[in-house]
Each structure stands twice: as C-alpha cells, then as structure tokens.
C-alpha cells in the first residue's frame, strides 16, 4: 500500500486498547490517558499485565499451529495492535515463508507503525474498523494480497469484547466466515469473568458501568457461539493459557481471564 501525508491523526486525549495493550506488554507507544486507563484496570485486576503476555503467547501458539500443522498460507488479522515480538507475520514466515498477512486496525498510531514496519512484500495493512467488516473485505490491499478463494486464517484476539452487543459480534463474524472457504480458520479470544471470585466481577461490572473499562467480558456459551457451525480444534474452548500450552507451569483461568479458540470451516 502507498503511504499518505493526509489520514487519520492520532488522538492523544481519548484512550486507544492498541496503546493501553502496548502498555501492559511492557512497550513504549502509548500516552498518558493509556497509562491512566491501564493502572485503573490493574487496580481492580492486578493481573491484566499476565493475560497481556498470556494473550501474546496464545496467539503465537496459534499462528504456529495454522502455519505449521494446519498449512494455511493466508492469514487476516482483525485488530492487530501496535507491533511488537512475534508479529503475526513474523511467526507465520519463520514457518512457511510464502505466507501473506494483511493486518486491519482503525488506530492511526497502529497505522503509521504499520506502514513504516508490516508494509511490503506479502504483508500488507487495510485501515478498518472490525465493525465494518465488509470494508476490510474489500479493501484493495486486502484483494491484492489475499486470494479468497483458498483457505484464509481470521484472527481476532482481543477484539471482539469491544463489541458489546452479542448479536452485532456474531454478526461480524458471521459476514468474515462467509467470505472465505471451507478449510479456513478462525482464531478468537474474548475476556471472561468465568473464573474470577464475585466481588471481582462485582468491581469489574462497576467500571464497565461507569465507563473507566470498555472490554466486555463474555461467559464459555457466548463465547463459543462464535464457533457455531465450526469444527473446534481441540482443546476447544479453554482459557488461553491452557491452549496448548507450551509449559507445564503456567497462570491460572483466573490469572487470565480470557477464553480462546480456534475453529476450522468444513
């Protein structure tokens, strides 16, 4: 894609989840209001900065096991974020070199990293909203490097809970599963208060209320709806951390409080 003087700006004063999860990851491409937003959420759950790195890891194992055992060469990642270790493309070409990625965020900071570092050669970057997902679809530079008519992996990790409604995320995943074939996959992760004690959640429901939080947790059933019509690759629908986890010793659900899943399209 060709980079442009004119876009969107970055916004400096209203919180970025790209930013604040750049944060909690230990990374420096974030603002004050990011940091703020971050250190509340710590507060009620000090163990957000482990279900950062846990979701990191998760998505790795994935992308491992879509470009390795599962031969997918194509991959669209929904909410990408800022970059940091072990980008999609950077996992999925150390295992098979031919793989195309097309990355899509509507954060312009996401966006001028990307077009300065993701950009070229069969990774490429659509600037879109995952609420919109027939813009992404259609973007050229998505076409221009994607075939849709061959198997595609679809990430969504730590996307979806920012689509409060149930019905609109279904939805959303629905019209990206229609528009690829069988054999494709998708990859998804939703935060949960499944495992953490009440007055966690309690404290949790009152942020969210009061808008200090905007990630919108999910219990297994709705969380695994997503899945409807798929074929779960085992072990299902687990916390991230228990995935195929690469490590005998590792967090606990509660530590990570996110569900994830991958799923396979007859």
Do not use: C
């Amino acid at each position: 894609m060709t980079s442009s003087n004119t876009g969107p700006t970055v916004d400096q004063q209203t919180v970025s989840p790209a930013r604040r999860w750049n944060y909690w990851l230990g990374g420096k491409d974030h603002f004050q209001v990011d940091r703020d937003a971050g250190d509340r959420i710590a507060a009620a759950y000090p163990a957000v900065r482990t279900a950062a790195r846990q979701g990191r890891a998760f998505h790795n194992r994935a992308i491992r096991y879509l470009a390795g055992e599962a031969g997918i060469r194509q991959f669209l990642d929904i909410g990408t974020g800022l970059p940091a270790p072990d980008n999609t493309h950077e996992v999925a070409q150390s295992i098979a070199p031919d793989s195309k990625v097309v990355y899509a965020d509507n954060d312009p900071m996401v966006l001028s990293h990307a077009r300065a570092l993701m950009v070229g050669g069969v990774t490429t970057f659509v600037h879109g909203d995952l609420n919109e997902p027939g813009a992404i679809l259609a973007a050229d530079e998505l076409r221009e490097t994607l075939d849709l008519t061959q198997p595609v992996g679809i990430l969504l990790i730590a996307v979806l809970h920012f689509v409060p409604d149930d019905e609109k995320a279904r939805s959303v995943v629905a019209e990206l599963l229609d528009a690829v074939p069988s054999g494709s996959y998708l990859v998804a992760t939703n935060s949960t208060k499944d495992f953490v004690p009440p007055h966690v959640a309690a404290v949790y429901d009152q942020m969210l209320a009061a808008g200090h939080v905007d990630a919108w947790p999910r219990d297994k059933d709705t969380f695994g709806r997503f899945f409807d019509g798929l074929e779960l690759v085992d072990p299902g629908v687990v916390a991230i951390s228990e995935w195929r986890p690469a490590a005998e010793e590792r967090p606990t659900a509660a530590e990570v409080s996110m569900y994830g899943a991958v799923g396979l399209k007859p």
